[in-house]
């Protein structure tokens, strides 16, 4: 366990260490969930193309699956295994690189960014799977909101693996949920 925990703070050093003015300012807005708006709308619009009378379902399992990965991640994970975040980590003080002064709560374990994303990433590619280029585009973007988390200094990469794994998972449980539903409401306005 003690190799694992020190390649995990090693490989966070050598992404977090990984600076331009660029970078910097693209990482900040890649973590920053108001910036997706225009993408949650685009996606909103798809599912309701896709679902008609029974989108609402799938908005309702959407919100159902954010505050399963979001209670989950912290009430499962950082409560109780308590790692500190990096910018938090006495170990590493003076080491890590963060921006605006902007750290996040005092535990990291796992990442709530990596679970939401990687869940929805999963749960929409599942919802629209008829469109094939739905799953791959989000998971990527999934892996790039991630991906700022550890370079802004506030997820080790272990944290952002098991979180994305736990999304992952977390949204196949509701995706199965979703079709188990669906079968049972009849569809008021089928498609032609």
Not at 22 to 50: G, Q, T
Not at 88 to 96: N, T
Not at 159 to 171: F, H, Q
């Amino acid at each position: 366990m003690e190799t694992l925990i020190h390649f995990d703070r090693e490989l966070f050093r050598i992404i977090n260490g990984l600076h331009s003015p660029f970078f910097d300012f693209l990482m900040y807005w890649l973590s920053d969930k108001y910036v997706w708006i225009p993408l949650y709308a685009f996606l909103l619009f798809l599912i309701i193309r896709e679902y008609r009378s029974r989108a609402w379902l799938v908005i309702v399992m959407i919100a159902l699956l954010i505050t399963a990965t979001d209670q989950i991640s912290v009430k499962l994970f950082k409560d109780t295994f308590m790692r500190l975040r990096p910018c938090h980590e006495p170990a590493l003080e003076g080491m890590v690189r963060i921006l605006f002064g902007h750290c996040g709560g005092k535990y990291g374990f796992i990442s709530s960014h990596a679970a939401n994303a990687f869940g929805i990433a999963f749960f929409i590619g599942m919802v629209l799977r008829r469109h094939k280029v739905v799953l791959p585009l989000m998971l990527l973007w999934a892996a790039l909101v991630s991906y700022s988390r550890i370079y802004l200094g506030v997820h080790y990469p272990g944290d952002i693996i098991a979180g994305g794994l736990v999304g992952v998972i977390l949204a196949y449980l509701i995706f199965r949920l979703f079709v188990f539903v669906s079968k049972k409401i009849p569809d008021r306005n089928p498609k032609a």
